[in-house]
């Protein structure tokens, strides 16, 4: 897969919890930070306290190949009990020009909750691009390595979506806070 193709990947987990209360545990995006790999510090923007469609957070990021970096992560779509969407923007300039608009986000990632029996079924995604992003550096450096350098990051994703997903879990069943 090239970057061109925005690259993705996604991850479920089963919660035994109603779609409401893994919302509400969705809502808390500042406690993505203890679970997430990457995601250290949420500080949100404008006023807004919870993810609502323009709503916007500086995520203040860490990975011990890349060093500390921020993004703003503007939110696309928040329905309670169903979805929840927001790009990742390079307010820094870290990958190139300075990103303020959806159209020249690094990413795009999304939860969505289907019901199923007495619990819900949650899903997170990730589509990489079309904007620079870390990984374009790695692979304007070494062009030959492309499909590798992007298998390797989603799959570094992917083990990140499974941590975060497992907090999620274990806050929506009140196993963790």
Wanted: contains cysteine; proline residues 6%; hydrophobic residues 35%.
């Amino acid at each position: 897969m090239l970057y061109a193709d925005g690259p993705s990947t996604h991850r479920e987990i089963r919660i035994s919890a109603g779609a409401a209360r893994v919302w509400e545990v969705l809502a808390d995006v500042g406690a993505m930070a203890g679970w997430s790999p990457e995601l250290v510090e949420v500080e949100w923007q404008d006023g807004a306290t919870h993810p609502v469609p323009g709503a916007r957070y500086i995520g203040h990021n860490e990975h011990p190949v890349n060093g500390r970096w921020r993004t703003v992560a503007h939110f696309t779509e928040a329905e309670p009990g169903r979805a929840l969407t927001w790009c990742v923007l390079d307010i820094d300039g870290r990958y190139g020009e300075q990103a303020r608009e959806p159209g020249h986000r690094m990413a795009t990632w999304s939860f969505t909750l289907t019901p199923d029996g007495d619990g819900v079924v949650l899903r997170q995604s990730v589509t990489i691009g079309p904007g620079r992003s870390g990984l374009t550096a790695y692979i304007e450096r070494t062009p030959e390595h492309e499909e590798a350098i992007i298998a390797y990051r989603i799959d570094e994703l992917g083990k990140g979506m499974d941590a975060t997903l497992a907090g999620i879990k274990g806050a929506a069943e009140g196993r963790q806070g």
